[in-house]
């Protein structure tokens, strides 16, 4: 079964970088696609990036386009965001997802089409 651990939030300052990570194990990620997904308090949860199984084709939320990159190192199981500029409204708990069913990823980016999920690390951005 797919276990799915992120890991590389915290606290940072308006401005700041993280890099998030998400490891995969009990299957092979490089067959399918992987998302990044948000959720603030008291919001719904948000489509970040998505990136296909070969890392080939990518997509982001429009809220992130130029800040954030996807990318992934199959032979580490290991799918990355690199968030750059970061705003205080980028402040969420942070969750990777897979589609064991698809392999490359729609222009826009649905919780509903990712059956498998981690249990998420917070980013906080100040002010």
């Known amino acids: 079964q797919l276990q799915l651990v992120e890991s590389g939030g915290g606290l940072v300052q308006s401005g700041g970088s993280l890099r998030l990570s998400c490891v995969a194990s009990g299957s092979t990620v490089h067959y399918f696609k992987i998302g990044w997904f948000r959720q603030a308090p008291g919001k719904e949860r948000e489509g970040v990036s998505c990136i296909s199984g070969s890392g080939g084709n990518t997509a982001y939320a429009d809220s992130v386009e130029g800040r954030f990159t996807i990318s992934r190192d199959n032979a580490k199981n290991t799918v990355y965001l690199q968030m750059n500029s970061l705003k205080p409204e980028d402040t969420a708990n942070y969750y990777c997802?897979?589609?064991?069913?698809?392999?490359?990823?729609?222009?826009?980016?649905?919780?509903?089409?990712?059956?498998?999920w981690g249990q998420g690390t917070q980013v906080t951005v100040s002010s």
């Open positions: 997802a897979a589609d064991m069913g698809a392999y490359v990823c729609d222009d826009s980016i649905h919780e509903a089409d990712f059956p498998s």
